[in-house]
């Protein structure tokens, strides 16, 4: 794209000019129906789905052995997996809040990447839900989380987080899973009226759920769609803010901290906008979307990117402040403990990945190269990875009493099991994006008068 174009500069056009409406159900319904597979999709594919191998690998072992494959001991009785959930959970955030929020904020740039971040939602939210299921030990007694009806009393045990957990993320899961659903209906008729073949048209058809694009099949569209979105975007805030009571509930310093919920949502925001940037630029470059997936959708995800970045910052800052403030020598120890400790390499790492370099998009030729904010994602994903280790195992190994202190070292199955889920993940992507249209075709055919007007505009001579 060039650079000097009003797009490139960060005026109001979402898509090149140059589109109509045409072009624009031509590309995208190509991606899907017109063009061959690609060799690099299956090479991609295959490599995904070998490490899901590897996952179904993993699980087998843990089912037949138990939770002792992993790491986890004591005083470290939580891992890699609540880790890794914590993890999931927080990259599923940007989805819900790139469709819901910016579209109750009438954002029109969310148009391009709205719908592969909804996609992207629902894979990491399942790929979490894995990790307490089989963190349990015995995942066959799964219903005693669930709220069913209970006589004798006995179970599910109400005032668990854990508990809550389950209430919080299925409701997050089925309110996600039926937003983007909802959004597709009318690509879905889109690509059963273009299917030259039986099969497609039936399938299509089928989920289309007899879309004709009529008046009143719009305003019901509508109406739904905003209702989805305002049941949604509550569930950006309460869904890690309920993740966050897993630790805040409990006694354990560096647990007990009234921060967390805000803080555990401002991280969540973080990290769903780094995986979003770490998967919307190679989409991009792959399928030649740079005149729909612009620089200008990049540059605000970076800004937003920074600015849960810095409130990040700010959280890691109020802890070590209120350890000092409070006067608490075990919340202070717990913070000597992470500077200067075992594991304090990790720490410092994360405070490079998560505070030092993405201060880099200050700068708005930092946030116009696109390298540089592939680089700038994938370093955040990372440290916000060690985030949650570090508050996770660091405030676990060194108990009340220096007895009891120890050390936490995954295994080979705690990495396989990661990184079988990064290839689940990975995996259901690519199938989505095979069979499924990554970019909403409805809502770019919508913006196209918008975007040729102000391009006219943008073009006429001064008087």
């Known amino acids: 794209m060039d650079p000097a174009s009003p797009t490139a500069a960060g005026a109001s056009p979402v898509i090149e000019p140059g589109h109509s409406f045409g072009t624009v159900t031509d590309k995208i319904s190509a991606i899907v129906q017109g063009q061959p597979t690609s060799r690099r999709w299956y090479l991609g594919f295959f490599a995904t789905f070998f490490f899901v191998m590897v996952l179904f690998y993993t699980i087998a072992n843990l089912l037949m052995v138990g939770v002792g ?88 045990q109400y005032r668990s987080p854990l508990v809550w957990d389950v209430f919080a993320v299925s409701t997050y899961l089925l309110v996600s899973l039926m937003f983007w659903f909802i959004g597709l209906i009318p690509d879905l008729a889109t ?85 979003v940037l770490t998967l919307a630029i190679p989409i991009r470059a792959m399928y030649g979307l740079q005149d729909m997936i612009t620089t200008r959708h990049l540059q605000n995800m970076a800004k937003i990117l920074l600015a849960t970045g810095l409130i990040v910052a700010y959280g890691y800052l109020m802890e070590f402040f209120m350890a000092w403030y409070s006067g608490n020598r075990l919340e202070q120890y717990t913070t000597f403990n992470r500077l200067h400790g075992p594991y304090r390499v990790l720490y410092w790492a994360l405070i490079v990945c998560n505070v030092v370099i993405p201060q880099v998009l200050w700068f708005k030729r930092a946030r116009s190269s696109v390298p540089l904010l592939f680089v700038v994602a994938m370093v955040v994903n990372v440290g916000m990875w060690l985030e949650r280790f570090i508050i996770v195992v660091v405030s676990l190994h060194r108990d ?40 909403s075709i409805f809502e770019m055919r919508t913006m196209l008068p918008e975007a040729h007007v102000q391009a006219n505009e943008h073009s006429a001579p001064t008087p």
């Open 69 to 156: 494959i992993w790491g986890i001991n004591i005083p470290v009785a939580w891992g890699f997996d609540i880790v890794n959930f914590v993890w999931w959970i927080g990259i599923g955030h940007a989805g819900t809040l790139i469709s819901a929020i910016l579209l109750l904020l009438r954002q029109s740039w969310r148009t391009s990447i709205n719908r592969f971040a909804e996609a992207m939602t629902l894979f990491a939210v399942a790929c979490a839900g894995l990790y307490p299921l089989f963190h349990m030990g015995r995942p066959w007694f799964f219903y005693w989380l669930v709220p069913y009806p209970n006589t004798m009393d006995l179970f599910p």
């Open 191 to 275: 690509l059963r009226d273009r299917s030259q073949s039986r099969v497609g048209r039936v399938v299509y058809g089928f989920f289309a759920m007899g879309w004709r694009g009529s008046a009143r099949h719009w305003h019901r569209y509508e109406t739904a769609y905003l209702l989805m979105a305002g049941l949604a975007t509550p569930l950006v805030v309460s869904v890690h803010t309920v993740v966050s009571f897993d630790f805040a509930v409990a006694t354990l310093p560096g647990w007990h901290a009234t921060i967390f919920p805000p803080y555990f949502v401002a991280g969540a925001l973080f990290s769903g906008f780094a995986m």
């Open 400 to 439: 009340f009493l220096p007895s009891s202190w120890g050390m936490y070292y995954p295994t080979i199955f705690d990495w396989s099991m990661f990184l079988g889920t990064i290839g689940l993940f990975l995996c259901l992507l690519l199938l989505f994006v095979r069979f499924l249209p990554m970019i």
